[in-house]
């Protein structure tokens, strides 16, 4: 999924949360879960209204109102388990290690 620019806060499950990512799939959930949680951010995950047919989808939020997701991978202020910091290529689960370079990724 892409970094939207926006920074959005909503309620999610009774609490005012920054919106990190909305039609996360159960992988997907997962991996940023991780994230978030081993760099000290509550995550809160609320289920997303499901149609027939189609996967359930899930919003992923964290407590930290000032937390905005595009900042922190663009500025590499978040760190991976392996202790590398975290670059678009990663968030984006496009490489399975950090490139700090985003200019030069190619896919």
């Not at 609320?46 to 905005?68: C, K, Q, R, Y």
């Amino acid at each position: 999924m892409t970094l939207k620019a926006k920074h959005i806060v909503e309620e999610i499950k009774g609490t005012r949360c920054t919106v990190i990512e909305k039609g996360a799939t159960a992988d997907r959930v997962e991996f940023l879960k991780t994230l978030m949680e081993f760099n000290n951010y509550e995550v809160i995950i609320a289920d997303e209204p499901v149609t027939e047919g189609s996967p359930a989808l899930f919003t992923i939020g964290t407590t930290d109102l000032v937390f905005n997701p595009v900042i922190a991978v663009y500025e590499l202020s978040l760190k991976t388990p392996a202790g590398q910091k975290v670059s678009p290529a990663y968030w984006a689960q496009h490489a399975k290690d950090c490139v700090d370079e985003y200019w030069d990724f190619v896919k």
